[in-house]
């Protein structure tokens, strides 16, 4: 479900996670390289059968359509911070389209 979190370099937290990276001064990769699968809610009013919340905004529906639902759904990506004499870090970036 979405794309894959290797094909995308320029990520909400990179500029975070470098300036951990500097301060460390021991990271081995200088933001992390995200790992494992993006990690979307798919539970509750999440799942692929929820119906649509409706939340209106200066009078208009928020959400139009079960697409444009399904592609707000919050995910996660994962950096590990890897250090060349500590053990790594991990940065956490968590998302929420709308």
């Known amino acids: 479900m979405g ?7 320029d990520r909400d937290s990179q500029a ?3 300036s951990i990276c ?3 001064k021991d990271c081995t990769t200088p ?3 995200p790992i494992g699968e993006w990690d ?6 999440f799942q692929l059968n929820a119906s649509i919340p409706t939340l209106e905004y200066m ?10 639902w399904h592609a707000a759904a ?3 990506v994962h950096f590990p911070l890897a250090r060349a004499h500590e053990p790594a870090l991990y940065a956490d970036e968590l998302n929420w389209c709308r």
């Open 40 to 45: 979307y809610a798919d539970r509750d009013e």
């Open 74 to 76: 919050p995910y996660a």
């Open 59 to 68: 009078d208009e529906q928020v959400w139009k359509s079960q697409e444009e």
């Open 16 to 18: 975070l996670r470098k």
């Open 3 to 9: 794309l894959d979190p290797t094909a995308l370099r």
């Open 22 to 24: 500097d301060y460390l």
């Open 31 to 33: 933001e992390g390289t």
